[in-house]
């Protein structure tokens, strides 16, 4: 061989590279377990079947920010009750916490919805009226949340 | 000719990405065995191509030179075209593999006026670099589902190449680019006569795996979504060595995957191997100094060469000279 060092530098490096998942994971003692969604225990049903809803919710919200913002059409029928075509107000009523539900997932696969640019979640506007104190809390559950995205 | 046979093995491909993906009781070969077996193939396939070409001697520099070497004091030399030390070299050998320098340098020859010219020709370099630099990107945006947590860079990078936030999922850049630049490549070795009299199926077939496997993936993010969270915990899973195969994946992942364990196997017998091979390019990686340093050819060392001089020719052939009357430098009287 010539050049060996040469070639042996680049083989490592190579391989280091490419193997680098399996390192991470075996440093990061990865769990294979998937992501445990803390369900609503009053609501039953949800709008779409679940397993629709697991891959296309996405398009669910996505149509009703079109129809709300652009069309003003707010209200559509599900079964026989009128329900608002809302993520706080809606979807939200029954998965009522962010952390537990939407992030869980989201995390898990690094995704970051621009849902929140606008929406607040709702258990962080539980009360009227924010004290320094929620604002001081608020703070800090977004930050803890970028640490855990990051 | 090329192209006919690369889609035809390109069609059997496609009917056993089916076969795996729709037979159930093959998930578990086309799910977890097939990865590792891709994987092993990659990795020990492509070590063994770079000890292969080291072991070939390098006798002299075969510098391809874009510029003036190193000359005169007063001469100004081109340091990165014309390297002359390692460091000179080392840069030339990064640019080239970051910005393709000597693919930038393409030209076309064309008949203007009746005369031979030859004119710029940016398109390929454009689009090879928009496709690479796709290829690269999406690799590194897929290690969301190679390790848990999420790298921190791959939000970093989903947001950058989700930056115009069209649609939902947001279409990202760089899904555009690798499906544009595969494009490109394609028509150009379809419709430009040149390249297609030149190309082979070994062309042809790259173009269509990458192409396959990109699409199967525009396929599921954007029209047949796919329920992610047992596609990865089967990819976690089997890159933490504890192999689990959910029950409830997608088909069209199995595609997806059998594309891209075949192009892995594929990969180190391909033409793709310019990937390790792009650095052991002796014309792009040899500094220049031909002039200044002697470079003793490593064979005469290696094998001891042992040379046939004149004088043993003379030796061995002496008598059938002596016969046809040739002239001989040392006459031996006793020889007879």
């Known amino acids: 061989m010539y050049d060996g060092w040469k070639i042996i530098l680049g083989i490592i490096i190579f391989l280091v590279v490419f193997t680098i ?17 803390v369900l609503p225990t009053d609501y039953k049903e949800c709008i779409a079947p679940r397993d629709y809803m697991r891959a296309y919710h996405m398009d669910i919200l996505d149509e009703w920010r079109d129809k709300v913002v652009r069309q003003d059409i707010r209200m559509f029928k599900f079964k026989d009750q009128v329900v608002e075509m809302s993520l706080t107000k809606t979807c939200m009523k029954c998965h009522d916490s962010k952390q537990n539900f939407c992030d869980r997932c989201h995390n898990y696969f690094g995704v970051k919805p621009y849902c929140w640019d606008c929406h607040v979640a709702p258990e962080e506007v539980k009360k009227k009226f924010a004290t320094r104190e929620d604002l001081n809390r608020l703070n800090e559950d977004t930050e803890n949340n970028n640490s855990v995205r990051r | 000719m090329g192209l006919l046979f690369s889609i035809f093995t390109f069609i059997i491909l496609l009917a056993i990405a089916f076969i795996g993906a729709y037979v159930e009781g093959l998930h578990y070969l086309f799910g977890i065995v097939l990865p590792y077996i891709a994987f092993a193939v990659f990795i020990i396939g492509i070590v063994v191509r770079i000890i292969k070409w080291a072991q070939s001697p390098v ?3 075969i510098t391809t030179t874009c510029g003036q070497q190193r000359s005169l004091d007063f001469i100004k030399q081109n340091k990165i075209d014309n390297p002359f030390t390692g460091l000179q070299t080392f840069i030339r050998m990064f640019f080239e593999i970051i910005l393709f320098r000597s693919l930038f340098r393409n030209t076309k020859a064309g008949i203007k006026e009746n005369k031979l010219t030859y004119g710029a020709n940016k398109w390929l370099w ?34 950058i190449d989700g930056f115009f936030q069209i649609g939902l999922p947001i279409i990202y850049l760089t899904t555009i680019g690798i499906t544009v630049g595969l494009l490109y490549l394609l028509a150009r070795r379809i419709f430009d006569n040149q390249v297609r009299y030149i190309s082979l199926a070994s062309d042809y077939l790259p173009l269509f795996l990458i192409l396959s496997i990109a699409i199967t993936g525009i396929l599921m993010r954007h029209f047949f979504k796919v329920d992610l969270t047992p596609v990865k915990q089967l990819t976690l ?26 192009l892995l196997i594929y990969f180190p017998m391909s033409k793709l191997v310019h990937m390790p091979g792009i650095f052991l390019s002796p014309t792009r990686n040899l500094a220049n100094n031909n002039r200044a340093k002697r470079h003793i050819n490593p064979w005469n060392s290696d094998f001891k060469m042992h040379y046939h001089t004149y004088e043993e020719y003379e030796d061995e052939f002496r008598e059938v000279m002596r016969d046809v009357g040739l002239p001989l430098e040392k006459e031996e009287k006793n020889v007879d």
């Open chain 1, 21 to 37: 998942p399996l390192w991470l994971n075996i440093a990061n003692k990865a769990d294979t377990s998937i992501p445990e969604l």
């Open chain 2, 59 to 61: 006798p002299f520099r």
């Open chain 2, 126 to 159: 454009l689009f090879s670099i928009v496709f690479h630099y796709s290829f690269l990107i999406i690799v590194l945006r897929h290690f969301r589902f190679f390790t848990e947590p999420v790298p921190s860079f791959v939000p970093f990078i989903q947001e």
């Open chain 2, 237 to 262: 899973s089997i890159l933490s060595f504890q192999p689990i195969l959910p029950a409830d994946v997608n088909p069209i992942f199995y595609i997806h995957l059998f594309f891209v364990c075949t």
